[in-house]
DNA sequence: CCTAGAACATACGCCTCCGTATGGACAGGC
DNA sequence: GCCTGTCCATACGGAGGCGTATGTTCTAGG
């Protein structure tokens, strides 16, 4: 393994997280293990574990919000085509397992809540819009906003600890996405 | 204080829990301190931590379904009626910081995702006995069950991690609970 | 080549927690 | 009042993780 960087290490502890450990997975020895490397290495690119931490929740900040709007955004089409896209690969990419569930579950931790804020009113934010130009009033924009991404919260949930019943209640996915579209999109 | 059972040191772990602190808040040595007791009176107790964790679940367990279940039965009433009982009850002490929302931060760990998995189905299906004897029909009923409970676990979490944003766009509690309340009953 | 600094390895002290071992205190039965 | 079993304190060993100190290799520039 060649040497190694900052954001090498970023990333390793990121991926950490989003394999189940959570924020108490960003353990230096563990990850320096990991990466063929050792705490001498860490300490050089990092004045602590916090610091650690902090860089892994700015590259999670980054994916989960600028780089998936980028790219819907990027993909054209109207604000309810975008709208459909942004569901559809929330559901995929959520579903197998991304950082956000380790990371909602660490909200005591003030450093990890304000990251999930800032990304919660980001992509709510986002979602606003879209509903905005696909013909609802910003008002009722907002508000549609926050209720969806609440179920959307809550169907994460569910799906991380109770698979089989989320499988048996709910039919298909694409159907459900669309009776979501249809009741946000109704006046 | 006087001499300590089984149940104080499942009880102080439970609490443990429910201030912020998660799982890893079960720990022997500083619930000892906080018991004015020593690791002795532990291990005369349980045999390992492990087991302390697996009484603590199951306290939460019992409060966390049984007894408002029962309490909840108790209290008379029609169906709808104990319907609006019960939201009142779940917002009011889910909104002052329970168990639920550290627990569900970690069922990464097989015993809690266990014990959520079972307190979840409980409440689900108590939810749609209600809707069902509010005169909604049993299938629709179940799907309407976990719709609202998928919902109730993401405003938990809103609630947790962005309070004020949360405050700002969803308007009074009581106004939310009636709009919840129009939406599973319809028809 | 050779040197300076960047990148890394090794070894250590410290802390926190788990679990064990063992001795003591406190009750009730006789 | 003493004895047995219950309940608890004290003391220890071990593991894992943080942070530091100090040596060692790699790499670019001259």
Known sequence: MSRLNREDWASAALEAIAS????????????AVRLGATKGSFYWHF?????????????????????VI??????GGTGEQRLRALFEHT???????????ALLSHTDLTIV???V??????????????????GVPSTVARRRAVLAYSAFLGNLQLAHASPELLRRSVGSVSRYADEVMATLLSH
């Open 91 to 101: 559901f995929q990419t959520a579903a197998l397992g991304g950082a956000d569930m």
């Open 70 to 75: 980028e790219k819907i955004e990027s993909s």
């Open 113 to 115: 809540r304000e990251a």
């Open 117 to 134: 804020d800032r990304v919660t009113r980001r992509r709510i934010r986002y979602i606003a819009k879209l509903l905005h130009s696909a």
């Open 47 to 67: 004045a602590s574990r916090a610091e650690l931490v902090e860089a892994a929740l700015d590259l999670w900040e980054q994916r989960a919000t600028v780089d």
């Open 20 to 31: 189940g450990g959570g924020i108490s997975a960003v353990a230096v020895e563990p990850l």
